[in-house]
């Protein structure tokens, strides 16, 4: 047997059955109890009780105060500033001011060149020192490290056959890779980060950290059953990789940043890493400690076209949150979040129903089922431990569209809900909403291939997709046409599609060194502003980020106050990234060049800001990216 983690030395080991309750090896651990052994024996970890969710006002103040920053503490006790005057600012001078194809204003901007090669971010070494005086503020717990890394903002521009011709950093960050217990911590509960603009204030600052406390060690599962555990978690053929040991960080639950939420304890959990299957796989999350997640049997009746599922839980940290999603059928959100759930089947073509659960306790462990009914009849199934993860009025008709291909995955789910929810409360309603089975390529693929994108993802302004992708695609359940999207399939924007969001691992990846995806999807590029996506890894995040994003692109106010503006689609981008995705990933946005270095890398979403005339293929002389990492 071995310890795994541990940072206190030897400590005694617990020995428990495999389907040991969480509840029980909690209360063995505050109670100071080692339980006897049994049949199974396991290494062990530790675990932690939380005492502290996030900041408290105080802190926040405090916070504030030491960077001369305006007070971001949120109600859930999470600290999220950016200067959207700061934050990853490209210079832009005015050239002329248009309309658009709908009637909509439009300021056309060009890169200032001269002012670009003028950005001179601070050294590292000055940003690691500053960065020093967060890590005071913050506080750690004991048994939390932090490791401190630097990256900055990059622009890279290129000419129009793809090939980089300039590039330039925009600012300099300093993230916090973190470890609890001497393994790696990550999730929405685990970002310490800043961001220095070149005159050395704080363009961006976040603190999602708990007060913790060691409550003791609990088994873990071993790394070959980790490996059978994530298989169950992926389709068939996706193969597993060696699982990473670690601690996922839920987001913070505090009730206005009282210092009190609904996360317990945190327990060691793995992270699969699959190797293969369609497109690069998202990284989902496996419990390490037997028995600690929910479980659930959920039962599931079609009749002549409506389905009905209800599912038993008990196990875990009550209390629960619940998730149901179809392959066909988008579930409405208020028929969706209790133990039962009853809709009526809207396939767009005739293809087998599967009606899909997650469960997820009160310390963000998750357990899954997934019910196939491909007929008339009644049909059950028992849980599978893990899931979760690693989520102003415009003038003329303005309208989105989403796409989610992983209809089992809550995650993405929540992708989906949390940017139609927050699009129509600011009065943007969705034009479609495809999910699953349901979701087709062909709505993606140009006209001139046969394909329907003028009357659907080149019928919106904004388009959200969550699904699986790789550096030269992007793919669906379906086959209309086919399985996935390629960047000859496309030609976006000779419609209205001015931002397509993709919530997808490694699409605008840089393979080689060479900044190549600009080459691949360059031709894509017909009139649309800006592609946002990811050079890692995506990861489906609980609580999905479409929501994230959208929020972004409007002004947050509180009793009337706005607290802050509204931010470009390119910054909402990179915030979302930035609150939701773990540490190290990176993300990126790109968009075609004019005449002139004529750009539309500032717009804002409609009403919100300026917004630059589309930029059609034939007038297009290059391209832009911006990336950064988390």
């Known amino acids: 047997m071995r310890k795994i983690g541990s940072k206190r030395g030897a400590r005694r080991l617990f020995v428990l059955p495999a389907f040991a309750a969480a509840a029980t090896i909690v209360a063995a651990i ?34 504030a105060d030491a960077f001369k920053i305006d007070n971001a503490l949120l109600p859930n006790g999470a600290f999220a500033y950016v200067d959207a005057a700061q934050f990853a600012q490209v210079p832009q001078r005015k050239v002329e001011e248009g309309k658009d194809e709908q009637g909509n204003p439009t300021l056309s901007q060009a890169l200032d060149l001269k002012a ?29 490290s932090a490791r401190a890394v630097v990256s900055h903002s990059e622009l890279t521009l290129a000419d129009r056959e793809g090939r980089p011709t300039f590039e330039h950093a925009l600012d300099t960050a300093v993230s916090f890779h973190l470890s609890l217990g001497g393994l790696p911590a990550t999730g929405q509960g685990a970002k310490l980060r800043i961001t220095f603009a070149p005159d050395g204030s704080v363009s961006q600052l ?40 670690g601690y996922y960080l839920p987001d913070l639950t505090a ?39 929910p479980h659930a049997k959920v039962t599931a009746t079609r009749s002549y076209g409506t389905v009905a599922g209800y599912a038993s839980v008990d196990g875990g940290t009550p209390p629960y949150a619940y998730s149901w999603s179809s392959s066909t059928t988008l579930i409405p959100a208020a028929s969706n979040g209790g133990p039962a759930v009853k809709y009526a089947m809207r396939p767009r073509y005739r293809s087998v129903e599967t009606l899909s659960f997650e469960v997820t306790d009160a310390n963000g462990l998750s357990a899954t089922a997934s019910v196939s009914l ?8 028992e849980s599978t431990p893990g899931g979760g993860g690693f989520g102003a009025l415009a003038i003329g008709p303005t309208d989105v569209g989403i796409e989610q291909t992983v209809d089992e995955w809550a995650c993405a789910q929540a992708s989906g809900d949390g940017f139609k929810s927050v699009m129509a409360s600011h009065g943007i309603g969705a034009a479609f909403d495809w ?18 994108d003028s009357s659907y993802v080149d019928n919106v302004d904004a388009q959200w997709y969550t699904g699986h992708g790789w550096s030269g695609g992007f793919t669906f359940k379906s086959s209309v046409d086919d399985g996935s999207i390629v960047p000859s399939d496309a030609r976006w924007g000779d419609g209205d599609l001015e931002w397509l969001q993709l919530e997808s691992c490694q699409v605008l990846r840089d393979t080689n060194g060479t ?15 800006i592609l946002n996506g990811f050079h890692t890894n995506a990861y489906c995040v609980g609580g999905g980020t479409g929501g994230r994003f959208a929020e972004y692109l409007f002004p947050y106010k509180w009793l009337g106050i706005t607290l802050r503006p509204a931010l ?17 990933v990176v993300y990126r946005s790109m968009g075609p060049l004019g005449y002139g270095y004529t750009s539309n890398m500032s717009d804002y979403f409609w009403g919100q800001g300026s917004v630059g005339p589309d930029i059609p293929a034939a007038s297009r002389t290059g391209f832009w990216a911006v990336s950064g990492t988390v």
């Open 30 to 63: 505050a109670a100071g109890i080692e339980r006897p052994a049994e049949a199974a024996s396991y290494a062990t970890a530790p675990a932690y009780r939380v005492v502290q969710e996030g900041l408290t006002p105080e802190g926040g103040a405090r916070l």
């Open 116 to 144: 670009v090669a003028a950005i001179r971010p601070i050294s590292d070494d000055d940003a690691l020192s500053r960065a020093k005086q967060l890590l005071d503020v913050a506080d750690l717990s004991p048994d939390l």
């Open 206 to 245: 976040s603190d999602t950290l708990r007060k913790v406390e060691f409550a003791g060690d609990v088994p873990v599962i071993d790394e070959e059953s980790a490996v059978a555990g994530c298989a169950a978690l992926y389709a068939r053929g996706v193969q597993q990789g060696r699982p990473t040991l």
């Open 255 to 293: 009730k206005e940043a009282s210092g009190d939420g609904s996360v317990r304890m945190l327990l060691p959990a793995y992270t699969c890493n699959p190797v293969s299957g369609e497109g690069s796989q998202a990284h989902r999350l496996l419990p390490a400690v037997p028995g600690s997640t």
């Open 374 to 381: 491909p007929f008339d009849g009644t049909n059950s199934a």
């Open 435 to 452: 999910r699953g089975a349901n979701a087709f390529e062909k709505d993606f693929k140009q006209g001139a291939l046969g394909g329907w």
């Open 515 to 529: 900044h190549d995806y600009f080459s691949r999807w360059g031709p894509a590029f017909d009139g649309l502003h």
């Open 568 to 584: 470009t689609v390119r910054q909402a981008w990179a915030n979302m990234a930035l609150d939701k995705e773990p540490t190290g």
